[in-house]
Structures are given as structure tokens and as C-alpha cells.
T-cell receptor
Framework: GAGVSQSPSNKVTEKGKDVELRCDPISGHTALYWYRQSLGQGLEFLIY????????KSGLPSDRFSAERTGGSVSTLTIQRTQQEDSAVYLC?????????????FGNGTRLTVT | GDSVTQMEGPVTLSEEAFLTINCTYTATGYPSLFWYVQYPGEGLQLLLKATKADDKGSNKGFEATYRKETTSFHLEKGSVQVSDSAVYFCALVTGGGNKLTFGTGTQLKVEL
């Protein structure tokens, strides 16, 4: 079946512009995660959605970052007034119910380059 | 806070060699431990996991044992293949949830 789909796969933007990154999770998965992978760094947790609960935003690095999940499915990560340090690969993952026994399924990521 | 430390790569091995990728962790409470793998051009996928001390996770010939006394979860495989070339990530989660803390990843290259 279809996996987690992310778009665009690559995005180059100028410093100061806003960007939107999209994630389509696996159908039926209630949990959705955003991670960021910077060069030489591990995957950094950003935000977590579980069903209709309030999202866990504890990993968002600044108020320039926000995310939505509409209808319990598609999610959009928005970065306002991008900075060069925002350059990274942004990974989305979904899991069946968010529990430890439910593995994360990752998309291929969006590579963001801020010039 | 929670953290995961992996050996730095790249690790380059000949086919059929023995593989060890070291992973140690720091966590509050009793974490569940995972290895994820990212093959070229693909998303990360779960390779194996262990949820309590002395558990051994295994999959595709890979094994890792949850060692609480050494806070380690080293990944091993007895005979690697070219198709095992990938980036391997050690990760943990605490509290029964699924918000993983990842290591930096170790790239493995297997040559003929």
C-alpha cells in the first residue's frame, strides 16, 4: 500500500521567505510526527499529532515554526521568515496509534535549502 | 534529558564481515530501544526493537540486546551483504509513548 508521502522533495528558498511542507500519512494512522535532520545531527523531534488531542509542540525551535493537521490526515509544516539555519531535511512519520508497539513509518523527507 | 550516542561512520566492510555498530543511551526511567534503517532513496524504517532489559531484538540477520547495566543496545550482524549498505539509527522512547529520541546515525558501506 501507499506509504507516507511528502512534498515537495526539494525546496530552495531565499532567506526571509515563508515555506510550507506537506505530509500525507498512511491512511488510518492516527499519529503523525515531524522531525528535522540537520547535517551531522540526529533526528530532532518537532511536533506530534495524535487523533483529536492537542498537538505536542514541545520540539518546535521557535515561533516561526507551526504545523497543522486537517481532518486528522494531511499535515502542513510552515516555516515563516526562513533563516539559513533552517536548512535541513524535514521528515514526516505516521504510526497506527502512537503507542510504543506501533512503529513509525517515515516519508522520504523534504530537503529545504535556505539561501 | 534523554540522549542516544552512536559510533561515527562511515563504517566500511567487506561482504561477509562481522558488523557491530555501538549505541549507548541516557534516559530517565526505563526506555524502549530501537534500531531504524534508511536505505538509499528510501524513508527510515524500523529494523528491530527491545522493550525491556535483556530482551533481544532481531530481524533480517541483525540482532541487538538491551543491556541495562551498560546502557547499551549495540547492533550486530554475523555476515553483512552489499544490500545492507544504509544508514542505521539507534533510538529510544520513554513513558510508553512514541516520541523517539534518535542518535546521529551511522552510515554502513559494504563492498564486494
Amino acid at each position: 500500500g501507499a506509504g507516507v508521502s511528502q512534498s515537495p522533495s526539494n525546496k530552495v528558498t531565499e532567506k526571509g521567505k515563508d515555506v510550507e511542507l506537506r505530509c500525507d500519512p498512511i491512511s488510518g494512522h492516527t499519529a503523525l510526527y515531524w522531525y528535522r535532520q540537520s547535517l551531522g545531527q540526529g533526528l530532532e523531534f518537532l511536533i506530534y499529532f495524535q487523533g483529536n488531542s492537542a498537538p505536542d509542540k514541545s520540539g518546535l525551535p521557535s515561533d516561526r515554526f507551526s504545523a497543522e493537521r486537517t481532518g486528522g490526515s494531511v499535515s502542513t509544516l510552515t516555516i515563516q521568515r526562513t533563516q539559513q539555519e533552517d536548512s535541513a531535511v524535514y521528515l514526516c512519520a505516521s504510526s497506527f496509534n502512537g503507542g510504543t508497539a506501533s512503529p513509525l513509518h517515515f516519508g522520504n523527507g523534504t530537503r529545504l535549502t535556505v539561501t | 534529558g534523554d540522549s542516544v550516542t552512536q559510533m561515527e561512520g562511515p563504517v566500511t566492510l567487506s561482504e561477509e564481515a562481522f558488523l557491530t555498530i555501538n549505541c549507548t543511551y541516557t534516559a530517565t526511567g526505563y526506555p524502549s530501544l530501537f534500531w531504524y534503517v534508511q536505505y538509499p532513496g528510501e524513508g527510515l524504517q524500523l529494523l528491530l526493537k527491545a522493550t525491556k532489559a535483556d530482551d533481544k531484538g532481531s530481524n533480517k540477520g541483525f540482532e541487538a540486546t538491551y543491556r541495562k547495566e551498560t546502557t547499551s543496545f549495540h547492533l550486530e550482524k554475523g555476515s553483512v551483504q552489499v544490500s545492507d549498505s544504509a544508514v542505521y539509527f539507534c533510538a529510544l522512547v520513554t513513558g510508553g509513548g512514541n516520541k523517539l529520541t534518535f542518535g546521529t546515525g551511522t552510515q554502513l558501506k559494504v563492498e564486494l
